[in-house]
């Protein structure tokens, strides 16, 4: 009990939502010297989320941190059992990093509920960076900015930068030079996880092969498509449709056919588009509002391809609790 009477736990702790994300247009460069593919991608925050909560370790070194899984994480055990629990985890990555500039950190442990399907192509290692770095940040008393803590995140990968910022956002670069865009009005669409990940290095080799093979010249991202930010803006998912667009998705459906045949089956139940959502293979089908994507949900499961309604843009990583 604290001085008010209330309950209040031994260590300090801070739980922190961040959301996973799909690419509307994803434009992706020929690959560069550095190993890197230059693109141009307009990223979604959605209503998918993952929760890494921290708890601070009295009396234990900063280099201690263990993580967990929560077990209310919706994934199948055969998907959690993909996750490093060590040092390899981007959440340990994520809080070594606030530790090297907190001025008394403590050890932590992260445990994180999952629930954006594992090497999915939604960015869920990203989110759960993305939250950790917030977490530390509040638990340590760093104080460091959005930005700070971006450009922190941008060390760990492409997508933890958006994780942070949540909304709708142009990326540039290699995906981490964000833009925010204008969406005021969160449109409806239907996630369809497939039961495998997709490498996300091997599927960029693959577009390259791809594109070697059919002597395919790789554009050279510059912006995304004006049509896809006017839709946006206008929140008008029928305006949207035809802009939806991912270089990514011959790869994907080059590495996994099966995603052909759902892609087919959600355009057929009347989704008004439907893509590989980044590396894949989760598939995103774009609604007109939400029965629609209700209605295309069911329809799909029917079908023996389960699907998530959600809304996006959503906000960001933020401290819940
Ligand atoms: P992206 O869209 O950013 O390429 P993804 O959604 O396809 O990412 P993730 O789920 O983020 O893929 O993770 C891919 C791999 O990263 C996993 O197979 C796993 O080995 C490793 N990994 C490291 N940290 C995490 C984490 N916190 N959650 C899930 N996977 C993690």
Known sequence: MNEAGLWAPAEPRVKVRAPGKINAFFQVGPLREDGYHAVASTYLAVSLYEEVAATARADTLPTDITVSIHPDSSLSPEQLAGIPLDGKNLVVKAARLVADIAENPSGVHLEITKHVPIAGG???????????LVACDALWHTGLSREELAQLGSELGADVPFALMGGAAVGLGIGDELTAALAPTPLHWVLVPADFGLSTPVVYGTLDTLRAAGSIAAPVPGQVEAGVLTALRAGDAKALAPWLHNDLQAAAEYLAP????????GKSLGALAGL???SGPTLAF?????HHAQLLASALAELGH??????GPVHGAQIIL
Do not use: N, R, Y
Not at 123 to 132: K, L, R
Not at 258 to 265: D, F, I, P, Y
Not at 306 to 311: A, F, K, R, S, Y
């Open 122 to 132: 939604m960015g869920g290692g990203s989110a759960d960076a993305a939250a950790t």
């Open 286 to 290: 774009l609604a007109a509002d939400a």
């Open 306 to 311: 389960p699907g998530l309604p959600v809304e």
């Open 258 to 265: 099966s995603l052909t045949e759902v892609l087919a089956a």
């Open 276 to 278: 590989v959502s980044g």
